[in-house]
């Protein structure tokens, strides 16, 4: 479920402007971020609210500020590849010269619909969820873990593992690198003295 942005007027933000609660880059308030005191916004209040969009299609959001909305859990990711045509996947390259199939990668970039936001879902992904190194054996069926039969089914299976922690994301993997980094850099120091 998305969050939404409400404002109590019909045009401006003539009572967003005065209340307590945090405002979204619109000026409107977030309905998941209400300030208890306000007497406008919360819930229980039952105010009427005449203006309002879902919090991902924020007309001041920025294209990083959308990726991190869908990326926050995999949820919507896995719902559009499950969607995704068994025949508009491919392995080996992103995505076919004429533009009709597809890697995961291929498909990710297309559902930020725009370029900036396809780049913005893309590099998110990586940082947060996985690389392209993590992905693509996976998509191309080279990693053996995953022996469903398409890529469509491997990349799913790979996201509900990330999804449930069974495997591990990339903000994991670093951490257990820096971990054992700093483990080395302390038996050298042990060493030299
Ligand atoms: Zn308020
Ligand atoms: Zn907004």
């Known amino acids: 479920m998305t969050a939404l942005h409400i404002g109590r007027s019909f045009t401006g933000t003539p009572v967003e402007d005065n209340c307590p609660c945090p405002k979204a880059p619109c000026g409107l308030v977030d309905v998941e971020n209400v300030h208890p005191a306000c007497d406008q916004h919360p819930f229980e209040h039952a105010k009427t609210m005449r203006q309002g969009h879902p919090a991902d299609q924020c007309p001041e959001l920025t294209d990083g500020a959308w990726a991190d909305l869908k990326l926050g859990t995999l949820d919507s990711i896995i719902a559009y590849m499950e969607a995704?045509?068994?025949d508009a996947w491919r392995v080996d390259t992103v995505r076919s010269a004429d533009g009709t199939t597809n890697c995961f990668f291929g498909h990710l970039f297309n559902?930020?619909?725009?370029?900036?936001?396809?780049?913005?879902?893309?590099?998110?992904?990586?940082?947060l969820w996985a690389s392209t190194y993590m992905v693509y054996p996976i998509?191309?069926?080279a990693d053996s873990r995953y022996p469903q039969a398409t890529p469509k089914?491997?990349?799913l299976a790979y996201l509900r593992d990330l999804d449930s922690g069974a495997a591990k994301n990339t903000q994991q993997?670093?951490?257990e690198d820096y971990a054992y980094y700093l483990a080395g850099e302390k038996e050298m120091g042990a060493r030299t003295i």
């Open 153 to 155: 089914q491997r990349v």
């Open 139 to 141: 998509n191309d069926g």
């Open 173 to 175: 993997l670093l951490e």
């Open 84 to 86: 995704t045509e068994e």
């Open 111 to 127: 559902m930020g619909v725009n370029d900036a936001r396809g780049n913005a879902l893309w590099s998110g992904f990586e940082n």
